[in-house]
């Protein structure tokens, strides 16, 4: 997907009160950075940034992470935040790439991992950039804490089914829930926070997909 060039994105992230720079990153210490010890939630991607912000409003009883690994979809968010007049303080958006997901978060820290609607990188060859391939879901299931869990979103249909094979093969993660109609799911839909994505695809009448899987204990 060609990323469009935001002038000045560069310095309008860094500007941003919640962006997190790299070198207090790879600190890995949430604590200092939240000043407080709250459970520790992560979003993988955060387009442009209406799930992470309505989560954190959501649950301040929680910590809220979303990384991106281009500057130009980061600063989506940081605008969305920065218009909010209510915008919740339990949040920090960060620079970084979900390839390196072990260098940002201590082994079993993280609380919840929301992967929503990824590249599905169609071609075979480019497999292993899924982020529910198995070395993506190895370096996930290090950093959630046992019983945590990963919830996944997508309308792509064949992304779904190969995403619900790894983690039904995958050791570390048993399946908790599985729909292919997400909205028409009476429990799963009643707290369900929308991305820009998921409300564009549902608006042309598309099933959006979504399973939870749970770090095994």
Known sequence: MRIRHIAGSDEEVAACPVSVSEEAAVNKNWTDIFGNDRPVRLEIGVGKGQFIIEMARK????????IDLF???LVRAVRK??????????LRLVLWDAAMIEQLFEPGSVECIYLNFPDPWPKPRHEKRRLTSPSFLRSFATVLKPGGQLEFKTD??????YSLEQFEIDPQF???EVTRDLHAHARLSKDNVRTEYEEKFSE???????LIALRRR
Do not use: H, S
């Open 59 to 66: 649950y301040p009883e929680a910590n809220f992470v979303g």
């Open 71 to 73: 500057t130009d979809v």
């Open 81 to 90: 935040w920065t218009r909010d007049e209510n915008a919740p303080d339990n």
């Open 156 to 161: 792509n249909q064949y992304l779904f089914t």
């Open 174 to 176: 048993v399946v908790d």
């Open 204 to 210: 042309q009448g598309m099933p959006i997909c979504k």
